[in-house]
């Protein structure tokens, strides 16, 4: 059970961002508007094999790294970090994912300003997971293997270790020398944030005084290529427009690729040592839909969601950072839900993947971070290409059997601004879902 009065703080932050070198530069085209989604050459170089070519896509070159590739093939062997962050024998078992989830465990600590004494307690944890990843580093092996008939060991001696399903957390742990939990929460899309969460109870509880936690999503085409034969991607529309929350017009999410990172820790432990609180988690709950069913979104499972956080704490959001991937369906469930839980005034919801697309694994660990940063900022990030709203019901609301609100999206567009604008932000709500009808839900604050 969690220890009366303890509380955890949000303390520092870092990750990978795409078009972006750095926190400071997300920070400020977040606020300016801007997408970070571009067309994907590597998509376009297929032709017709592949039916959407956007992405927010992250390039090593824009992370300070160059690719080592074997004579005569176009498989990535190896990683170097030409601005000498991360040791080679730390760079030797990671994929990119692992890396990104390196810096940004670094840039989380720094900002912490823990010493190396409190980062290598056994009282800090490390927990990172991703919804896949390591693809680049298989191609590899597994071409060399199966197409050039070569012996096992020309695959190198760490296929395993930077492709094994919790390969950013033990990267991550080495690299930091950390003595307390390492481990990884695997949950599709909402990955990111469920590691956080699963964070923030160790420390709620006790069992840690401070956590590395994140998702992560690797570039990878492979992840691309999948989604694409899925039919799930948004196409049809310029880089910037392709990814519409809420919109009448849009016709699937943009899969994009990035890395959350935060340091987390007991509060008054932070507070005493003279930390820069950048947030208060007040709550974290999450559920399953129980259902049966893997893809479609439940509307019973996102009430009991809100009802769990409900039951945690006090909710009286300012701003809900919604999952909203522009789905067909989900995003409207997802409103409805909101509007059920909340009422329809006296807040505004909001949709960064609007700007930078859905980073899978890394997608609850970065609007997380965008959420960090609206209370920062005081500012509300719009809703981009939220242009038109359905004036009809959805067919859903239509059936016999649905228990929501009845009203059109349309007649909530107050609560959904298309361009950022300045408000007080004391509280936001973070919203995540993924495959399995597994729901996460965390709220957090100002520091008061």
């Known amino acids: ?27 400020e085209k977040m606020f300016a508007g801007k997408s970070l989604i571009r067309e994907w050459e590597k998509a376009t170089a297929y032709g017709k094999q592949i039916r959407s070519v956007v992405s927010g896509y992250i390039t090593e070159a824009e992370m300070g790294l160059e690719v080592a590739y074997p004579p005569g093939s176009e498989y990535p062997e190896a990683y170097i970090d030409t601005l000498n962050r991360i040791p080679d024998l730390n760079l030797s078992t990671a994929d990119v994912g692992s890396i990104w989830a390196m810096l940004g465990a670094i840039d989380a600590i720094k900002q912490a300003g823990w010493s190396g004494e409190e980062t290598q307690s056994e009282k800090t944890g490390v927990i990172i997971g991703s919804g896949g990843g390591g693809h680049e580093v298989l191609r590899h092996a597994w071409h060399g293997f199966y197409e050039l008939k070569k012996k096992s060991r020309t695959a190198g001696s760490h296929t395993v270790d930077r492709t094994m399903a919790y390969r950013e957390a033990a ?79 849009r016709n699937g999410f943009v899969c994009s690729f990035g890395a959350g990172i935060v340091a987390l820790e007991e509060y008054e432990m932070a507070k005493a040592r003279g930390a820069n609180i950048l947030a208060v988690i007040d709550g974290y709950f999450n559920n399953s839909d129980g259902d049966g069913n893997m893809f479609y979104p439940s509307f019973n499972g996102q009430q009991r969601l809100w009802k769990g956080l409900m039951n945690d704490t006090t909710i009286k959001p300012d701003v809900v950072k919604m999952h909203g991937t522009a789905t067909p369906v989900g995003d409207i469930i997802e409103l409805l839900s909101v509007v059920d839980a909340l009422g329809e005034d006296g807040y505004h919801v909001s949709a960064p993947k609007s700007q930078f697309g859905h980073m899978l694994g890394a997608a609850g660990s970065v609007e997380l971070i965008t959420a960090v940063m609206m209370l920062q900022n005081q500012k509300v990030l719009g809703c981009l290409n939220s242009d038109t709203l359905n004036p009809e019901l959805e067919n859903f609301q239509k059936a016999d059997s649905w228990t929501g609100p009845t009203k059109p999206v349309e007649a909530y ?32 604050s100002r520091d008061n």
């Open 1 to 27: 059970m969690s220890i009366a009065g303890r509380k955890v703080a949000i303390v520092g932050m870092g990750g990978a961002f795409p078009n972006c070198a750095n926190l400071d530069e997300f920070n």
């Open 171 to 249: 990267n991550v742990s080495c690299l930091i020398k950390n003595r307390g939990v390492c481990e990884s929460i695997i949950s599709a899309c909402a990955t990111g944030l469920g590691n956080i969460g699963y964070a923030y109870r160790l420390i709620k509880f006790g069992i840690q005084d401070r956590a590395i936690a994140g998702g992560v999503e690797g570039t990878a085409l492979e992840t691309f290529i999948g989604f694409d034969g899925m039919q799930v991607l948004s196409k049809g529309f310029s880089p910037e427009q392709s990814s519409r929350p809420f919109d009448l017009n």
């Open 413 to 444: 567009r107050h609560l959904i601004p298309k361009e950022t604008f300045a408000k007080e932000i004391n509280q936001v709500v973070c919203l995540n879902y993924g495959f399995g009808g597994t729901n996460s839900a965390m709220a957090i």
